[in-house]
């Protein structure tokens, strides 16, 4: 029981472009990973704009505020939580990093 109370379901990119976006006013979740070009933010500003992809699809994101260290980590996987507006652009109020699952050698050919 506590296991379920504790689950935390979140779409994918493509998933969510099949949603239409006028008839969910709900706070859902979405993964993906970024798009590192994408990523543009005024000196002056909290605001950060983005993209993210799940490899198939992107997703035009907005966030307001701090982005956790691991955000620009090419390996992360992050999860937004927001809301997807009429012009399928993705405002979050949360932003969470997964640790990356894999580490890679900058040198492959070594056996460390």
Request: proline share 4%.
């Amino acid at each position: 029981m506590a296991l379920t109370s504790a689950t935390m379901y979140y779409y994918t990119v493509s998933e969510l472009q099949t949603l239409d976006p006028s008839s969910n006013q709900d706070i859902i979740r979405v993964s993906g990973k970024l798009v590192p070009s994408s990523y543009n933010r005024e000196v002056t500003s909290t605001i950060s704009e983005f993209t993210i992809t799940d490899g198939t699809n992107l997703l035009k994101t907005q966030h307001d505020g701090i982005l956790p260290d691991l955000f620009f980590n090419k390996h992360s996987e992050i999860i937004l939580q927001g809301t997807l507006t009429k012009e399928k652009t993705f405002i979050t109020n949360n932003v969470t990093v997964k640790c990356p699952s894999k580490y890679i050698s900058e040198n492959p050919s070594s056996n460390v």
